[in-house]
């Protein structure tokens, strides 16, 4: 795309009018030194503009040819990768103002070119981890199944066991891709809140209650910080935050220690805010994992040991909710000391009809 130059007259003119002094003060002197009848003063003028014309015309018609023309061809090629920077209106040939948007440019691309890496290697890292997740209920339901072909079919115990099996296989399978798909809904806004107004001391009750048996498997405890007379209630989709509250109190539970404690607590942050805080005293993690966390698939424990079950995706999704409505989701932790997550959610002081918003409104 040709682009349209914007021509730069400041170095011929400063050029001409250095040319045009030296050579004036050459002229004053040689007049001085034959000592004309010709008056000094009546052609010193005359000289002055006459060289400061030829001067001018010379020194611009020679950059134009030998330097505006290759500077208007760099910007002609750059704008081929369509830098804004470039593309943008007229562009110059003054130096310092070419220096500056060449910097510009460099700095830019720069910063696009570590942009794009730091997404191959998210990339690279998201396929290598769904890959893992995947396989591992997809080898287990072909291993049982292929047993059953090759002979274990006429075994009638062996048949029901084998099938429960791959039957819990399958389930994982369609766990990973729900939770998926809900993420990917988030992500591009076609997902719709229905936003109410509820009691969020309710709704932790109901999750403590859900998850009691499994906390009672390794001995934790599932408390509020206080006792909570009186309702506290919040404008949000009761579904999706209840989802939120369970994924983060079935994390504590994982990653807890036995006879430890899941204590949930509910503030007034501002005004028309509060904060949920969920907190254990379990295995914590160092800073270095804090800012990934969120990422989907990402794990803490590198060994690739998946005891703990799940679909790796409970923090991501967690954090995408949380976004869809607007607000911000906080974590804290110290390794061997315990994790606490928080969040924010808009206070109301009584209920509300449930209303439809899309998330990408949000």
């Given at each position: 795309?040709?682009?349209q130059?914007?021509?730069?007259?400041?170095?011929?003119?400063?050029?001409?009018?250095?040319?045009?002094?030296?050579?004036?003060?050459?002229?004053?002197?040689f007049?001085?030194?034959?000592?004309?009848?010709?008056?000094?003063?009546?052609?010193?003028?005359?000289?002055?503009?006459?060289?400061?014309?030829?001067?001018?015309?010379i020194?611009q018609?020679?950059?134009?040819?030998?330097?505006?023309?290759?500077?208007?061809?760099?910007?002609?090629?750059?704008?081929?990768?369509?830098?804004?920077?470039?593309?943008?209106?007229?562009?110059?040939?003054?130096?310092?103002t070419?220096?500056?948007e060449?910097?510009?440019?460099?700095?830019?691309?720069?910063?696009?070119?570590?942009?794009?890496?730091?997404?191959?290697?998210?990339?690279?890292d998201?396929?290598?981890?769904?890959s893992?997740e995947?396989?591992?209920?997809?080898?287990?339901?072909?291993?049982?199944?292929?047993?059953?072909?090759?002979g274990?079919?006429?075994?009638?115990?062996?048949?029901?066991?084998?099938?429960?099996?791959?039957?819990?296989?399958?389930?994982?399978?369609?766990?990973?891709?729900?939770?998926?798909?809900?993420?990917t809904?988030?992500?591009?806004?076609?997902?719709?809140?229905?936003?109410?107004?509820?009691?969020?001391?309710?709704?932790?009750?109901?999750?403590?209650?859900?998850?009691?048996?499994?906390?009672?498997?390794?001995?934790?405890?599932?408390?509020?910080?206080?006792?909570?007379?009186?309702?506290?209630?919040?404008?949000?989709?009761?579904?999706?935050?209840?989802?939120?509250i369970?994924?983060?109190?079935?994390?504590?539970?994982?990653?807890?220690?036995?006879?430890?404690?899941?204590?949930?607590?509910?503030?007034?942050?501002?005004?028309?805010?509060?904060?949920?805080?969920?907190?254990?005293?379990?295995?914590?993690?160092?800073?270095?994992?804090?800012?990934?966390?969120?990422?989907?698939?990402?794990?803490?424990?590198?060994?690739?040991?998946?005891?703990?079950?799940g679909?790796?995706?409970?923090?991501?999704?967690?954090?995408?909710?949380?976004?869809?409505?607007?607000?911000?989701?906080y974590?804290?932790?110290?390794?061997?000391?315990?994790?606490?997550?928080?969040?924010?959610?808009?206070?109301?002081?009584s209920?509300?009809?449930?209303?439809?918003?899309?998330?990408?409104?949000?």
């Amino acid at each position: 795309m040709a682009t349209q130059l914007k021509k730069s007259y400041k170095f011929a003119f400063r050029s001409a009018l250095f040319i045009t002094l030296f050579l004036v003060i050459c002229l004053i002197a040689f007049l001085w030194y034959v000592e004309t009848e010709v008056q000094p003063l009546i052609l010193v003028p005359l000289f002055a503009v006459l060289v400061f014309l030829v001067s001018f015309a010379i020194i611009q018609i020679r950059l134009e040819r030998y330097i505006y023309r290759r500077i208007k061809q760099i910007y002609d090629d750059v704008s081929l990768l369509e830098s804004s920077s470039f593309t943008s209106g007229s562009v110059t040939t003054d130096m310092k103002t070419l220096t500056e948007e060449i910097e510009k440019f460099a700095k830019d691309k720069k910063i696009e070119i570590d942009t794009l890496k730091i997404r191959e290697e998210y990339r690279r890292d998201f396929l290598g981890n769904i890959s893992h997740e995947l396989k591992t209920p997809l080898f287990t339901v072909q291993g049982y199944i292929l047993t059953l072909l090759d002979g274990a079919l006429e075994d009638k115990s062996v048949r029901k066991k084998y099938l429960q099996r791959a039957q819990k296989g399958v389930d994982r399978l369609i766990y990973i891709i729900k939770d998926l798909d809900l993420i990917t809904k988030l992500e591009v806004g076609d997902l719709n809140l229905e936003m109410s107004s509820f009691d969020i001391i309710e709704l932790i009750e109901n999750v403590f209650e859900l998850l009691e048996i499994k906390a009672g498997k390794k001995k934790i405890s599932l408390t509020f910080d206080m006792d909570y007379d009186t309702p506290i209630y919040v404008y949000a989709d009761r579904d999706k935050i209840q989802q939120v509250i369970t994924n983060l109190v079935v994390n504590s539970i994982k990653y807890g220690n036995e006879y430890g404690t899941t204590e949930v607590s509910v503030e007034n942050l501002i005004r028309n805010k509060v904060i949920i805080r969920i907190t254990d005293n379990g295995e914590g993690m160092s800073d270095e994992h804090i800012p990934r966390i969120f990422e989907r698939f990402y794990r803490v424990d590198k060994s690739g040991s998946r005891k703990e079950g799940g679909s790796g995706l409970g923090l991501s999704i967690v954090k995408h909710i949380i976004e869809a409505h607007g607000e911000k989701i906080y974590v804290e932790s110290v390794p061997d000391v315990g994790s606490e997550f928080s969040f924010t959610l808009e206070k109301t002081e009584s209920h509300q009809e449930p209303q439809i918003v899309s998330a990408k409104n949000n």
